[in-house]
């Protein structure tokens, strides 16, 4: 199979994933291990790619932002160092997920922050820490 065609590929146990925490209702508990196994999956392929030849010596001999660009001219790692955004991104979103099922946190305010964390990790991350204040402050105030 090329290179692209794994590309492909390796997007599959993530989208499993994803879909497992964006589902609006079920058992949550079961949702969420659905989504860590596909996750860890996805995970022991990264691994494989990553050290599956020596050219982590590449970076080593040049750790700088020329020798990170030395490090991903090799397909093998550029799928590698996709596959490393697409299980931390979804690790993110069980995250975001588990706490606002811990906090009470609305399902309305979660899907926006899980679909930015899909789309652009950090930022659906700052978005759901947001969202999770404001959620906190609206709930303090309703107690009063």
């Known amino acids: 199979m090329s290179w692209n065609g794994l590309f492909w590929l390796a997007h599959v146990p993530p989208a499993i ?15 969420r291990r659905i989504a ?5 999956v996805a995970a022991l392929g ?24 030395s490090f991903f001219d090799i397909p093998r790692l550029q799928l590698a160092g996709w596959v490393h955004y697409l299980v931390l991104d979804l690790w993110g979103g069980i995250w975001e997920a588990d706490e606002a099922d811990r906090t009470g946190m609305s ?8 679909v930015m964390t899909l789309l652009v990790g950090p930022v659906g991350l ?6 999770r204040s404001l959620s906190r402050r609206g709930r303090r105030g309703a107690g009063r």
């Not at 994933?17 to 949702?31: K, N, S, V």
Request: hydrophobic share 55%.
């Open 126 to 131: 700052l978005v759901f820490l947001l969202c």
């Open 107 to 114: 399902r309305w305010l979660l899907v926006p922050s899980l």
């Open 46 to 69: 990264y691994a494989g790619l990553l050290f599956s030849g020596a050219e982590a010596a590449v970076l080593a001999r040049n750790y700088s932002l020329s020798g990170v660009g």
């Open 36 to 40: 860590m196994a596909c996750g860890a």
């Open 17 to 31: 994933g994803w879909i497992a925490l964006l589902l609006p209702t079920g058992d949550f508990p079961l949702r």
